[in-house]
T-cell receptor, first 109, second 115 residues
């Protein structure tokens, strides 16, 4: 199957900026989604990049570069409540849905 | 607007038994997706239903099956349960068969424990 690779854990301090990277296999790739999941909670949709470039939604931004098979999620002005796991995901061929293994973000005061 | 609902919240079964998990999508959503999330791991795609039909499945054995009803709710059945089936089973829904599947709305999950 297709795979999306992301770091397992990232730590940052409150108020800082953090970038979570995701690399992916290109065959059947249509675009990159990002989801947030708090411990014990359900994943919630954050953003989707169908085209190259930056998509901004408040403190969160997501970027895609198809030529590099790479994307990232950028979180600014980190807050304690941003401590969660973040997953990149892709609807390969729009009929199979692959998620990365998740990046656990620890925000420290 | 009600979100995706799943039942039961927790389910305890013994090895060899069958489990049935249920999901109701957001009103207006026709696609339902099932995922398995083992403790501390990512989501593994299980099944996708749309308009009452199975559209695709992930790399899981045939003992994982399901269906979608005319009201778009869905059921996941796991036969001949094995210990490694213990996981959180998440259901998600989206608006349309294609084009919107990148934005999925998840339910709270069913925690299945096999002893």
């Amino acid at each position: 199957g297709q795979s999306l690779e992301q770091p397992s854990e990232v730590t940052a301090v409150e108020g800082a900026i953090v970038q979570i990277n995701c690399t992916y296999q290109t065959s059947g790739f249509y675009g990159l989604s990002w989801y947030q999941q708090h411990d014990g909670g359900a994943p919630t949709f954050l953003s989707y990049n169908a085209l190259d470039g930056l998509e901004e939604t408040g403190r969160f931004s997501s970027f895609l570069s198809r030529s590099d098979s790479y994307g990232y999620l950028l979180l600014q002005e980190l807050q304690m409540k941003d401590s969660a796991s973040y997953f990149c995901a892709s609807p390969y061929n729009f009929n199979k849905f692959y998620f990365g293994s998740g990046t656990k973000l620890n925000v420290k005061p | 607007e009600a979100g995706v609902t799943q039942s039961p919240t927790h389910l305890i079964k013994t090895r060899g038994q069958q489990a049935t998990l249920r999901c109701s999508p957001i009103s207006g959503h026709t696609s339902v997706y099932w995922y398995q999330q083992a403790l501390g791991l990512g989501l593994q795609f299980l099944l996708w239903y749309d308009e009452g039909e199975e559209r695709n499945r992930g790399n899981f054995p045939p003992r994982f099956s399901g269906r979608q009803f005319p009201n778009y709710s869905s059921e996941l059945n796991v036969n001949a349960l094995e210990l490694e089936d213990s996981a959180l089973y998440l259901c998600a829904s989206s608006i349309a068969r294609q084009g919107s599947s990148y934005e999925q709305y998840f339910g709270p999950g069913t925690r299945l424990t096999v002893t």
